[in-house]
């Protein structure tokens, strides 16, 4: 067992009081899986990958613990995580365009990075991990301007897994990407898995049909909590939360023809995290629901590996 | 009704402007009444300069554009019947004011002799023709509504004018899934009203979803067009067989595209020049860029 979160809340402070970002999430990762945590804006995906790096000033740790390897993080300590950040749990942030620092050759401020951190930098690892992901070794020379957005994005995931951490977290590293581009970072990503330089993977994003790819497991979020996870093929063959089917229902395809058929969305929009109303969250706008939708719906695991939060499921 | 002819447009970069950039370079295409043309292409291809020339919002550099046999000029009486709808719905209102002032703002421009009583219920009539509640959107400021909302409020605007052509730039995509599907929906019953929409993505799956006819750009030139079965499930150009082949599927795996192979227009090709495979369906020679001009 590589990650194990159990009953994690995080509140961000707002003046209108605090919002419920992350409402009571656990799970755990095994080594070696990639975990794909989709979700729409809002449900909380963001805030669980930044709380398991770095909290910024507007997040409170309200309670739940997360354990890495056997080892409990002190996510609420900004301080005490800095020993396990980069080493042990690491970064690739969406925008790469802007996590490099534009003054530096990249090949110095590897070095740099790297001397920050007590550690030297070995040369020909960097270079044949630079070959894995398809750079040439002339990158080290140039500054980062000079690279295509692609090429920071794959550059920056070196170097954020440079001291093989055990657990990444990839936060929507492809959307800002075009489609070919992001088939190459997707596949690089998997590559570190198979190498072995990340034991274990979250990788957040927006994109379900992405993720099915990409995953072993998908973890899909509503309103700050967990709706359902699975092994990827059967939350897209066999979803069985009523929110993950309408929105598998809702995602146009390349390839079908769509003449006179048309695709539905899913009527009214999430609710308010600042007062979440009790019970089940999808409740408003789920066509099934019913009396028993007031209570809470618990994380049952109703097949091997299948968990879903719904009572109808 | 919207004619695009070999369309350019060169900007000029680097120190005093001395070199040139040709972002878009012999694009033809048209848009007829009551048909959704989807513009597809990666960032840099020029796409989005497109719409921009079409609005009148930058130059062209050379060729024409008309609507119904009309150059663009930029005015009132342009506007009347070509609007854009763009990306980022959160930025197009003012955050100061209420969101309904967008039609308040048409209404004084352009149907200052309308009554007060009128106007309102054409306005609420058009909210509900894209699928809006008016009492729910009308008189709210523009953070309380969704974006998904606002987007469609921004498409009621431009649906109070006597419009014939929407150019809708990469409107879904920030949007989530869920609310996405309802305003290409909204699109595609436009079109049933007899209005042409040139809908410009990067997205290959909703552009197959929404359009009847598909332009692939590539670096500023047309590499395949023709009715959007036809090209997405026939593809010729080598360009246009790796997107597709890069677009993540739900129920099928990767496939890596076939390699490039020799190209059957090659031979007789000149810059520019389209090559129709099949009836509805052109093509451009796969190496161009090696091509005598």
Same mark, same amino acid.
């Given at each position: 067992?590589?990650?194990?979160?159990?009953?994690?809340?995080?509140?961000?402070?707002?003046?209108?009081?605090?919002?419920?970002?992350?409402?009571?999430?656990?799970?755990?990762?095994?080594?070696?899986?990639?975990?794909?945590?989709?979700?729409?804006?809002?449900?909380?995906?963001?805030?669980?990958?930044?709380?398991?790096?770095?909290?910024?000033?507007?997040?409170?740790?309200?309670?739940?613990?997360?354990?890495?390897?056997?080892?409990?993080?002190?996510?609420?300590?900004?301080?005490?995580?800095?020993?396990?950040?980069?080493?042990?749990?690491?970064?690739?942030?969406?925008?790469?365009?802007?996590?490099?620092?534009?003054?530096?050759?990249?090949?110095?401020?590897?070095?740099?990075?790297?001397?920050?951190?007590?550690?030297?930098?070995?040369?020909?690892?960097?270079?044949?991990?630079?070959?894995?992901?398809?750079?040439?070794?002339?990158?080290?020379?140039?500054?980062?301007?000079?690279?295509?957005?692609?090429?920071?994005?794959?550059?920056?995931?070196?170097?954020?897994?440079?001291?093989?951490?055990?657990?990444?977290?990839?936060?929507?590293?492809?959307?800002?990407?075009?489609?070919?581009?992001?088939?190459?970072?997707?596949?690089?990503?998997?590559?570190?898995?198979?190498?072995?330089?990340?034991?274990?993977?979250?990788?957040?994003?927006?994109?379900?049909?992405?993720?099915?790819?990409?995953?072993?497991?998908?973890?899909?979020?509503?309103?700050?909590?967990?709706?359902?996870?699975?092994?990827?093929?059967?939350?897209?063959?066999?979803?069985?939360?009523?929110?993950?089917?309408?929105?598998?229902?809702?995602?146009?395809?390349?390839?079908?023809?769509?003449?006179?058929?048309?695709?539905?969305?899913?009527?009214?929009?999430?609710?308010?995290?600042?007062?979440?109303?009790?019970?089940?969250?999808?409740?408003?706008?789920?066509?099934?629901?019913?009396?028993?939708?007031?209570?809470?719906?618990?994380?049952?695991?109703?097949?091997?590996?299948?968990?879903?939060?719904?009572?109808?499921? | 009704?919207?004619?695009?002819?070999?369309?350019?447009?060169?900007?000029?970069?680097?120190?005093?402007?001395? $070199?040139?950039?040709?972002?878009?370079?012999?694009?033809?295409?048209?848009?007829?009444?009551?048909?959704?043309?989807?513009?597809?292409?990666?960032?840099?291809?020029?796409?989005?300069?497109?719409?921009?020339?079409?609005?009148? +919002?930058?130059?062209?550099?050379?060729?024409?554009?008309?609507?119904?046999?009309?150059?663009?000029?930029?005015?009132?009486?342009?506007?009347?019947?070509?609007?854009?709808?763009?990306?980022?719905?959160?930025?197009?209102?003012?955050?100061?004011?209420?969101?309904?002032?967008?039609? !308040?703002?048409? $209404?004084?421009?352009?149907?200052?002799?309308?009554?007060?009583?009128?106007?309102?219920?054409?306005?609420?009539?058009?909210?509900?023709?894209?699928?809006?509640?008016?009492?729910?959107?009308?008189? !709210?400021?523009?953070?309380?509504?969704?974006?998904?909302?606002?987007?469609?409020?921004?498409?009621?605007?431009?649906?109070?004018?006597?419009?014939?052509?929407?150019?809708?730039?990469?409107?879904?995509?920030?949007?989530?899934?869920?609310? !996405?599907?309802?305003?290409?929906?909204?699109?595609?019953?436009?079109?049933?009203?007899?209005?042409?929409?040139?809908?410009?993505?990067?997205?290959?799956?909703?552009?197959?979803? +929404?359009?009847?006819?598909?332009?692939?750009?590539?670096?500023?030139?047309?590499?395949?067009?023709?009715?959007?079965?036809?090209?997405?499930?026939?593809? +010729?150009?080598?360009?246009?067989?790796?997107?597709?082949?890069?677009?993540?599927?739900?129920?099928?795996?990767?496939?890596?595209?076939?390699?490039?192979?020799?190209?059957?227009?090659?031979?007789?090709?000149?810059?520019?020049?389209?090559?129709?495979?099949?009836?509805?369906?052109?093509?451009?020679?796969?190496?161009?860029?090696?091509?005598?001009?």
């Amino acid at each position: 067992m590589s990650l194990q979160v159990d009953d994690l809340r995080v509140y961000y402070r707002t003046l209108k009081g605090d919002v419920k970002a992350l409402d009571g999430v656990s799970f755990s990762m095994e080594d070696g899986e990639i975990l794909g945590l989709a979700g729409e804006s809002g449900c909380g995906k963001t805030t669980l990958g930044k709380s398991l790096i770095r909290m910024d000033g507007r997040m409170r740790h309200i309670g739940g613990t997360v354990e890495l390897d056997g080892r409990e993080l002190p996510i609420g300590d900004d301080r005490r995580m800095n020993d396990f950040r980069f080493r042990e749990v690491s970064l690739i942030p969406q925008y790469s365009m802007s996590a490099m620092n534009p003054t530096r050759k990249i090949g110095r401020m590897v070095r740099e990075l790297l001397r920050s951190r007590g550690a030297t930098l070995d040369l020909d690892e960097l270079e044949s991990r630079l070959s894995l992901v398809e750079l040439p070794h002339a990158v080290l020379d140039r500054y980062p301007i000079e690279l295509s957005g692609g090429m920071k994005q794959r550059m920056v995931m070196v170097i954020s897994t440079l001291l093989d951490p055990s657990l990444l977290i990839a936060d929507e590293v492809t959307s800002a990407l075009d489609v070919s581009t992001q088939k190459a970072v997707a596949r690089a990503l998997i590559g570190f898995r198979d190498a072995g330089f990340v034991k274990s993977m979250i990788f957040v994003t927006h994109d379900l049909a992405l993720t099915s790819h990409i995953a072993d497991t998908i973890m899909v979020m509503y309103a700050g909590k967990l709706a359902e996870k699975a092994p990827a093929t059967a939350i897209v063959k066999k979803p069985r939360h009523p929110y993950t089917k309408l929105l598998l229902d809702s995602l146009p395809e390349v390839g079908v023809r769509y003449t006179d058929k048309r695709l539905a969305g899913i009527a009214g929009s999430p609710p308010s995290l600042l007062d979440p109303p009790a019970g089940c969250r999808f409740r408003d706008r789920c066509p099934i629901a019913g009396e028993e939708c007031a209570q809470e719906p618990p994380m049952a695991e109703i097949e091997p590996n299948h968990f879903v939060a719904c009572w109808k499921a | 009704m919207l004619k695009l002819d070999n369309v350019t447009k060169v900007y000029k970069v680097g120190a005093f402007g001395g $070199k040139v950039f040709a972002a878009v370079d012999g694009v033809s295409f048209d848009v007829q009444a009551g048909e959704v043309v989807s513009l597809i292409g990666e960032s840099g291809s020029g796409k989005s300069t497109i719409g921009k020339m079409i609005l009148g +919002l930058a130059s062209i550099t050379g060729g024409s554009i008309t609507v119904d046999g009309v150059p663009v000029k930029p005015g009132k009486d342009y506007y009347r019947h070509v609007q854009g709808v763009f990306q980022d719905p959160f930025s197009c209102y003012n955050p100061v004011f209420k969101a309904d002032r967008v039609f !308040r703002m048409i $209404k004084e421009a352009y149907y200052p002799q309308v009554g007060e009583k009128e106007w309102d219920e054409r306005v609420r009539s058009t909210v509900r023709d894209v699928r809006l509640d008016p009492d729910q959107v009308l008189g !709210r400021y523009p953070h309380q509504l969704s974006g998904g909302q606002l987007q469609r409020l921004l498409i009621a605007r431009a649906l109070l004018l006597d419009l014939k052509l929407l150019v809708a730039d990469e409107i879904t995509s920030m949007l989530d899934a869920s609310t !996405r599907i309802d305003v290409l929906n909204l699109l595609a019953e436009l079109k049933e009203r007899g209005l042409g929409v040139l809908y410009v993505t990067h997205d290959l799956s909703l552009g197959n979803y +929404l359009a009847e006819r598909t332009v692939v750009l590539r670096r500023g030139t047309v590499v395949e067009m023709g009715v959007t079965g036809k090209v997405f499930g026939n593809p +010729l150009h080598p360009y246009t067989r790796q997107l597709l082949s890069a677009v993540p599927r739900l129920h099928s795996p990767w496939e890596d595209a076939a390699p490039m192979q020799t190209c059957h227009y090659h031979e007789n090709a000149a810059s520019g020049a389209m090559f129709e495979a099949e009836p509805g369906h052109l093509v451009a020679c796969a190496q161009l860029d090696a091509c005598p001009q």
